[in-house]
């Protein structure tokens, strides 16, 4: 008998794109040389794209979304992983071009797979997620250009999402102060108990200003892009740096070379998908050192295979707060 296991698949056709909840088998998977029992998945702003056809990131069909996932090894073709190891795996084109995290298992190729630190569980480390290991990427960015609590606040946009959640947790408990941009004032609260110092409304930097602004922060973690990223960078003080990771309002830029010439700000792209091995274990190191886990724990809400889609459109609406965590098996 055929060993069958669910997941989420996304078909399309002429009238659109569908999902629903199928049963699969290991023949039915992609290729890899590792199976992995999935655990745990989590839902980020990709997914709720993928999920809804929104933007063209599912580039064949069927696909299975989720653009990341813990859970430990059912089988390896590679000596550098045993049946028990406990991994994660995010980016690498998951969720785009290979079957991702909704799903009770899965095949992938063994360079892509990272073994978690032995102090971050499977929950903890989907907890974390893309999102959080975003944050993490972009707190080294700011640190490698020298960026230190002494030089003054950090900003923080998109500040109540998956990303900004984790950045100001980060951020504060390396001693940085923290300015939390957000759309959402009525989480003041939840904010300040993550460890932002101060919250400005969104609107003030989302719309078109001066080339050239107040100097306001001595760096910024931005998730938005566009007309804020632009703001942000606006205000930077000299010799500040911006890490640059999503654009939740746009992918545009509409900013001028001034910030660059005149005060000797940087800019720091952040990518997760394709980061290298280095990076990702340096990232990771990191995360279970210097992350607080019960504030973690304060920005997760918990979700299932079967309810995932649910949050799909919310999320792409700037309705979810902090971090979904898909429980899997």
């Not at 659109?16 to 023949?27: K, T």
């Not at 785009?96 to 499977?122: D, F, T």
């Not at 910024?220 to 960078?233: H, P, R, Y």
């Not at 091995?277 to 079967?306: C, F, G, H, P």
Request: charged share 20%; with cysteine.
């Amino acid at each position: 008998m055929t060993d069958l296991f669910r997941a989420l698949k996304i078909e399309k056709n002429e009238e659109g794109q569908n999902l629903n909840i199928v049963e699969i088998s290991e023949d039915d998977l992609m290729e890899g040389n590792v199976i992995v029992d999935v655990t745990h998945s989590t839902l980020n702003y990709k997914d709720g794209l993928a999920m809804t056809g929104s933007s063209p990131i599912v580039r064949s069909f069927p696909m299975i979304p989720g653009i990341d996932f813990s859970g430990v090894v059912r089988s390896s073709e590679d000596s550098k992983f045993s049946e028990g190891d406990r991994v994660v795996l995010n980016g690498y084109g998951l969720s785009e071009s290979h079957y991702g995290g909704y799903s009770e298992r899965a095949r992938v190729n063994s360079k892509y797979l990272l073994k978690l630190p032995e102090n971050i569980s499977n929950h903890q480390a989907m907890q974390i997620g893309t999102a959080g290991y975003t944050a993490m990427l972009c707190v080294l960015g700011l640190e490698d250009f020298g960026i230190k609590p002494e030089n003054g606040e950090i900003l923080v946009t998109g500040a109540s999402g998956g990303v900004g959640s984790v950045a100001i947790s980060l951020l504060s408990s390396l001693g940085y102060s923290v300015i939390a941009s957000t759309g959402r004032l009525s989480e003041a609260e939840y904010l300040e108990s993550l460890g932002a110092s101060s919250i400005i409304d969104r609107n003030e930097l989302s719309e078109p200003s001066k080339p050239l602004g107040k100097e306001r922060w001595s760096g910024a973690i931005d998730s938005v892009g566009s007309q804020t990223l632009s703001n942000v960078l606006a205000q930077t003080k000299y010799g500040g740096a911006v890490s640059a990771c999503g654009l939740a309002q746009g992918m545009d830029l509409p900013s001028t070379v001034l910030p660059f010439i005149l005060r000797g700000v940087s800019l720091v792209g952040i990518d997760s998908v394709m980061a290298p091995m280095s990076k990702r274990e340096r990232a990771w190191d990191r995360l279970s050192k210097d992350l607080d886990m019960e504030k973690l724990a304060q920005m997760v809400v918990e979700t299932n295979l079967d309810e995932v889609q649910n949050f799909a459109q919310l999320i792409l609406d700037g309705q979810v707060r902090g971090r979904v965590v898909v429980n899997i098996s």
